[in-house]
């Protein structure tokens, strides 16, 4: 089994849906990513920082699931990152109503030294140069290097993002990201050009219409599971880099092939991650859930055709 170092924000998130309304709660990418791969039991590190404002119990909470939390600075007198959002009818698209920055403003990562020779790197939503620092501190090239970002470091910081994904194996990216940072409406037109750039894999993420994976001149679909209810995609995209990143840590076999299976995984906890709201459904998930999830996902995708 690899270790899996997993970067990102460990935030306070304030939601709206056409559901409900929360006050600060637990969110952040990096949260979002940790509880995620701990299904997988891989041994991974969560490297962040929050403010003095961060009650212990959220962190216990990432310890719990066995997420190392030593690479999480707590600045005492600085302020948590706070990421307020409001979701469309649809449900599939939102605004941001704030975003702020606080203790991230001047956050320099530090990889615990046990985990500097990680084999899989988890690349969450954060700032693009602390995403880069993070892979400097790396003391042997990991197997593979996963990025996911966001419109928001495209506006501010394209330039630096642009030079860390370069360096990575693997994208993780929305449809309209893809867009918005190829300047292509063709989904494959998009991944080709994020190819050129650097990663060998694209990942697009299609909300509740599931996911692409590229590789060179190979496509692989998988659908999103439809569901009953759901109330908050807030961290779905998130949950999914985790299950994504975390099937491939436990499998350590970084093929087209058992990425395939790996966006699988993705879908399947992403699809729990959307039925509450924030990380409330993904702090108590048990395997024999995942496993009856996944057991509904095959048989919403296969089937016998005759090609005469
Ligand atoms: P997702 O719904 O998967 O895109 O991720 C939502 C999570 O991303 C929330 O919990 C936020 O705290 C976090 N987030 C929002 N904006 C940013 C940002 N600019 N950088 C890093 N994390 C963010």
Not at 22 to 36: E, M
Not at 142 to 157: G, H, Q, S, V, Y
Not at 234 to 247: E, I, N, Q, V, W
């Given at each position: 089994?690899?270790?899996?170092?997993?970067?990102?924000?460990?935030?306070?998130?304030?939601?709206?849906?056409?559901?409900?309304?929360?006050?600060?709660?637990?969110?952040?990418?990096?949260?979002?990513?940790?509880?995620?791969?701990?299904?997988?039991?891989?041994?991974?590190?969560?490297?962040?920082?929050?403010?003095?404002?961060?009650?212990?119990?959220?962190l216990?909470?990432?310890?719990?699931?066995?997420?190392?939390?030593?690479?999480?600075?707590?600045?005492?007198?600085?302020?948590?990152?706070?990421?307020?959002?409001?979701?469309?009818?649809d449900?599939?698209?939102?605004?941001?109503?704030?975003?702020?920055?606080?203790?991230?403003?001047?956050?320099?990562?530090?990889?615990?030294?046990?985990?500097?020779?990680?084999?899989?790197v988890?690349?969450?939503?954060?700032?693009?140069?602390?995403?880069?620092?993070?892979?400097?501190?790396?003391?042997?090239?990991?197997?593979?290097?996963?990025?996911?970002?966001?419109?928001?470091?495209?506006?501010?910081?394209?330039?630096?993002?642009?030079?860390?994904?370069?360096?990575?194996?693997?994208?993780?990216?929305?449809?309209?990201?893809?867009?918005?940072?190829?300047?292509?409406?063709?989904?494959?037109?998009?991944?080709?050009k994020?190819?050129?750039?650097?990663?060998?894999?694209?990942?697009?993420?299609?909300?509740?219409?599931?996911?692409?994976?590229?590789?060179?001149?190979?496509?692989?679909?998988?659908?999103?599971?439809?569901?009953?209810?759901?109330?908050?995609?807030?961290?779905?995209?998130?949950?999914?880099?985790?299950?994504?990143?975390?099937?491939?840590?436990?499998?350590?076999?970084?093929?087209?092939?058992?990425?395939?299976?790996?966006?699988?995984?993705?879908?399947?906890?992403?699809?729990?991650?959307?039925?509450?709201?924030?990380?409330?459904?993904?702090q108590?998930?048990?395997?024999k859930?995942?496993?009856?999830?996944?057991?509904?996902?095959?048989s919403?995708?296969?089937?016998d055709?005759?090609l005469?």
């Amino acid at each position: 089994m690899s270790k899996l170092v997993i970067v990102g924000t460990v935030a306070f998130d304030a939601i709206e849906t056409p559901f409900g309304k929360t006050d600060k709660i637990l969110g952040g990418a990096a949260t979002y990513i940790g509880l995620s791969a701990s299904n997988f039991n891989v041994d991974s590190a969560a490297v962040s920082v929050v403010g003095g404002d961060f009650p212990q119990k959220y962190l216990d909470l990432l310890e719990n699931r066995n997420v190392n939390i030593d690479g999480i600075e707590i600045v005492k007198d600085g302020k948590t990152f706070f990421w307020s959002g409001k979701y469309h009818n649809d449900m599939n698209s939102r605004d941001t109503l704030v975003t702020e920055l606080n203790v991230l403003e001047h956050f320099n990562p530090i990889v615990p030294d046990s985990y500097k020779d990680a084999e899989v790197v988890m690349l969450g939503n954060l700032h693009p140069l602390v995403q880069q620092g993070v892979l400097n501190q790396m003391t042997e090239k990991p197997k593979l290097a996963i990025l996911d970002t966001m419109n928001f470091w495209m506006d501010i910081a394209l330039e630096d993002l642009l030079s860390v994904i370069k360096n990575v194996d693997v994208i993780t990216i929305n449809d309209e990201e893809a867009r918005q940072l190829t300047g292509e409406y063709s989904l494959l037109v998009a991944a080709r050009k994020i190819h050129e750039i650097g990663p060998k894999y694209v990942v697009i993420k299609k909300g509740e219409h599931g996911a692409l994976l590229f590789h060179d001149d190979n496509v692989f679909y998988a659908p999103a599971l439809p569901l009953e209810e759901v109330f908050d995609p807030t961290g779905a995209g998130d949950t999914f880099a985790g299950g994504f990143s975390g099937y491939l840590a436990k499998t350590e076999d970084y093929s087209f092939e058992n990425m395939k299976k790996a966006v699988i995984y993705g879908s399947t906890l992403a699809s729990f991650c959307v039925e509450k709201f924030g990380t409330e459904r993904m702090q108590n998930l048990t395997d024999k859930e995942i496993h009856k999830r996944l057991d509904q996902f095959k048989s919403l995708t296969q089937f016998d055709i005759e090609l005469t």
